[in-house]
């Protein structure tokens, strides 16, 4: 099992959640470029506090979805799993858990199902197309803002789309219009950003390859950035090869 290296937004991610337990109304989004390890840091977060989590699934049947339809299938999951019939009991039935967390199982269901696709994957083929879903989501936000001022949010997301071959966020990866963009949605959202120094990047893949010289991970991070989980992938393909 890999360990986790613990930076600076890892105590401010833990303290952030561990507040939760005793306040409502609290909307926090998990933002960082793909590949910096937000899923493990939220999860090893959570997996350290006592609170009781809805972590929902969503399963689109394929990634050339309209956003019109991925936003009522999205509802329409919430109301099965959940048991209710409409949108505002939706709203009133999740105010029985600490806190709603949208993470991996709906952003990649596609490794829980093989034959279906999560919110990512079908960001990521959509690219722009994908604006009107996100925006169905800020008008239902200000819509049913009394129903969320008893209901604890945190969102892991990333607007990814692919630009010759490589994937870019629009939150982190264009510097001062990533900046602007960021400003805005922290008038909604409290925004945590998981990003990485060199030197700590270094150090959590020294912690999980110990075999690997210095200079073969200076090379990964000259290549994929601070961006463990790309780097991880890199050095298991060569290990594999050897």
């Not at 689109?60 to 949108?87: C, H, I, P």
């Not at 199982?105 to 959509?126: A, Q, R, T």
Request: positive net charge.
């Amino acid at each position: 099992m890999r360990s986790l290296y613990i930076p600076d937004h890892f105590g401010k991610l833990y303290n952030s959640f561990r507040n939760l337990k005793n306040r409502k109304g609290r909307f926090v989004l998990i933002i960082g470029s793909p590949g910096t390890g937000k899923s493990a840091n939220i999860y090893s977060a959570l997996k350290s506090l006592d609170l009781n989590v809805y972590d929902p699934i969503l399963f689109l049947d394929n990634d050339d979805m309209s956003s019109s339809e991925v936003f009522t299938e999205f509802y329409r999951t919430l109301r099965d799993d959940l048991g209710v019939k409409t949108n505002e009991e939706v709203y009133k039935k999740v105010q029985e858990y600490d806190l709603v967390l949208l993470a991996d199982k709906l952003l990649d269901s596609e490794f829980i199902d093989g034959d279906k696709v999560g919110l990512s994957l079908w960001s990521l083929n959509k690219g722009f197309d994908t604006f009107p879903f996100y925006f169905g989501i800020l008008m239902e936000f200000l819509k049913h803002r009394k129903d969320l001022e008893k209901i604890n949010v945190v969102i892991q997301t990333a607007f990814v789309f692919r630009m010759r071959g490589v994937k870019y966020d629009l939150l982190t990866d264009f510097h001062i219009f990533s900046q602007i963009f960021v400003f805005i949605i922290s008038r909604f959202f409290e925004v945590i950003r998981i990003s990485y120094t060199e030197a700590e990047t270094m150090q959590i893949v020294r912690n999980n390859f110990k075999d690997v010289d210095e200079e073969q991970i200076r090379s990964c991070i000259k290549k994929y950035g601070c961006k463990p989980r790309f780097i991880f992938e890199s050095l298991e393909k060569s290990i594999k090869k050897k």
